[in-house]
């Protein structure tokens, strides 16, 4: 069983590499992200709530973000282990991780900020989104927003994986491939397996 968090700023490339780490091995690719933009296309209760926090880039507040995790995680999909994308962004949902699910390992995506700025940037004047369809949150407010959350409320958080002995640091300035070549080094996975 690998359980996995992969943490990083908006524009490192964690959904695509926790995309491509669960395709790899068999594992449970869970965004909390992806969650909340499929309540958000069926106009679920839980969108109503969640929405306009989205939108503007700020973190949806823990109780909230917790319900949805922990109803992921106990339908115990997972034989072979999951990579959570996107959680925890704050230290109670550190708390909460560690109190309830054994974590493996944390893996960080390390890249500067004024680049990962530029690569969202140039992705909202290509008019793409960061799934199917374009994000509402990929503005420059929000963006920089965004970025301020993770630098504020979750970078922190790394000191804390480190103490545990869990953070794994990624250079993640690097090609997709030369990335995921990287987790797959550090986590000890066997390296003959290749993405696609
Ligand atoms: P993401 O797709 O991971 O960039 O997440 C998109 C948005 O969903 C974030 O900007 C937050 O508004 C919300 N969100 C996702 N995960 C969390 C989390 N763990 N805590 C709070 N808000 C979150």
Redesign the pocket.
Known sequence: MHKYIIIGP?GSGK?TQAQVLAKTFDFVHI????I??WNMTHHTKLAAR?TR??NE????P?EI?EEVVRQRLEQHDWNFGFVL??????RV?AEYLFENWNLDKAIYLDIPEDIVFRRVMSRVAEGKG?GFTKRL?DNPEALKI?LR?FHDKTRPLLALFDQKGMLVTVDGNQTVEGVFESIVDKLGLPAAVKAG
């Open positions: 908006q959904g965004s909390i992200g992806d909340f933009r969640v926090i989205m880039g700020r973190l949806v823990d973000v994308d996107g959680f925890p962004r704050t949902q960061g949150d965004r959350e």
